[in-house]
């Protein structure tokens, strides 16, 4: 887990340093993006009392994949950009078996709070809400790195700029990827290269 762990926090620090090279000392609010993500995971869950409501799992373990993305960066403002403490820190606290709550809603509240008072990632209330969506941290891994491969595909074509067209041939590319990346290995270096490359064949701006 802990090689798991570095990889993952590798890979946030080379894309946040594509999008802003000096985002280390920037002191981007990281936590506030941890909270506000949360919140739209609960109304992908539903709290609403008064009207019937269903679970969106396909868009909740998107929520959590995001939420993800804002705890690496979080823990790595947090570590200087020492990976290595970066993830030592993220394994101590899932090592720690701090208490989690028994309710889904309870358990994103208290992800949120933690984000507002420490100003970082809960891990064992991050890891609890990613059992009750069905989804491991193998599966975490994966969807990971292939997000994040999305992400740098998207900014090496006219994110920033507003140039990316993000809907192709009728579906967005976050299926795309999907699809893509279910015919690949996922481990290792290569797997992040393969469907970078498959990415690029199917974007319709360079067929």
Not at 9 to 24: A, C, M, S, V
Not at 77 to 91: I, K, T, V, Y
Not at 166 to 177: A, P, Q, T, V, Y
Request: proline share 1%; aromatic share 12%.
């Amino acid at each position: 887990m802990e090689q798991r762990l570095f990889h993952m926090l590798q890979l946030q620090d080379r894309l946040n340093r594509k999008i802003d090279p000096g985002w280390l000392e920037a002191g981007h609010a990281w936590y506030r993006a941890i909270w506000v993500e949360a919140a739209e995971l609960m109304e992908h869950y539903g709290w609403k009392w008064w009207k019937a409501q269903s679970h969106d799992l396909e868009q909740i373990r998107l929520e959590l994949i995001d939420i993800w993305h804002f705890g690496l960066s979080a823990e790595l403002a947090r570590c200087g950009g020492d990976l290595e403490a970066a993830a030592e820190s993220m394994r101590a606290q899932i090592d720690g078996g701090a208490h989690t709550e028994s309710d889904f809603r309870a358990n994103v509240e208290a992800l949120a709070l933690n984000a507002l008072s420490r100003h970082r990632l809960s891990m064992p209330h991050f890891l609890a809400l990613l059992k009750e969506a069905g989804t491991g941290f193998d599966d975490l891994y994966r969807i990971y790195v292939g997000k994040n491969v999305l992400n740098r595909f998207r900014q090496d074509h006219g994110y920033q700029e507003g140039t990316y067209v993000k809907s192709w041939d009728g579906r967005e590319d976050n299926e795309h990827l999907a699809e893509l990346a279910a015919g690949l290995e996922s481990e290792g270096d290569l797997f992040e290269a393969e469907l970078y490359e498959s990415l690029l064949k199917r974007y319709p701006r360079l067929r």
